[in-house]
């Protein structure tokens, strides 16, 4: 079974300061993704980041970057330059290789603070 | 952008009835998906849905849920005899392949239904 373990259920950060959310997970899986969704008020749920795990290089997306440790089954989010519209619940995401069911973790609530 | 539409945005219904909720996903895609959040706990996969069957589902989705594509354009999530604990947030979401061979990073999702059992 995969599980996906978020530690911190809220996280404040100043705005333009730099902001790191964890996430780890379990499976047995040697293939699978990784995603961060961001769900704001209007509770739509938006892609962030997505992570092979075969790859090696940590992902990016302008502000947006994660810090993969596969020994560790870690994947933290990096978020830089904070901005008053990041403020939202962060879900951390695995998916297998061939698969198409997210399990999702338990999410982390991120306000930033002009 | 293209949206994955859900309506209602909030369903208040008694206990026992059945509900449907409905759900427009994105017009090229070919799976179909739909997850619910219980207040306060993390989002669960319910179902998949690819070619007019279902290719997947959770133990959650039990003889109470069924899912339709009646028309082509909808996609909708059937409770057959709602129970309190149905109360929960419904998401819909959509996807053109299989994330390993689609060009699109992962789902598209919609805003969700909140689903009220009283």
């Known amino acids: 079974a995969q599980t996906v373990t978020q530690s911190q259920p809220e996280m404040s950060v100043q705005e333009a300061e730099t902001v790191t959310l964890s996430c780890t997970y379990d499976t047995s899986e040697n293939n699978y993704y990784l995603f961060w969704y961001k769900q704001p008020p209007s509770r739509q749920m938006i892609l962030v980041i997505r992570q092979e795990a075969y790859k090696q290089q940590n992902a990016t997306e302008n502000r947006f970057s994660v810090n993969f440790q596969k020994a560790a089954k870690s994947f933290s989010l990096k978020i830089s330059d904070s901005q008053l519209g990041d403020t939202a619940m962060y879900f951390c995401a695995f998916m297998k290789w061939t698969g198409n069911q997210f399990y999702f973790g338990t999410g982390t609530s991120l306000t930033v603070i002009p | 952008e293209p949206e994955v539409t859900q309506t209602p945005s909030h369903q208040v219904t008694q206990m026992g009835q059945e509900v449907i909720l409905r759900c427009v996903p994105i017009?090229?895609?070919?799976?179909f998906y739909w997850y619910r959040q219980i207040l306060g706990q993390k989002v669960e996969f319910l179902v998949s849905?690819?070619?007019?069957?279902?290719?997947?589902k959770s133990e959650i989705f039990d003889d109470q849920f069924s899912v339709e594509r009646p028309d082509g354009s909808n996609f909708t999530l059937k409770i057959r005899s709602t129970k309190l604990e149905d109360s929960a947030m419904y998401f819909c979401?959509?996807?053109?392949?299989?994330?390993?061979?689609?060009?699109?990073?992962?789902?598209?999702f919609g805003s969700g239904t909140r689903l009220t059992v009283v």
């Open positions: 849905f690819y070619n007019n069957e279902i290719s997947e």
């Open positions: 017009s090229n895609h070919l799976y």
């Open positions: 979401a959509s996807s053109e392949a299989e994330i390993r061979y689609s060009t699109h990073y992962g789902y598209t």
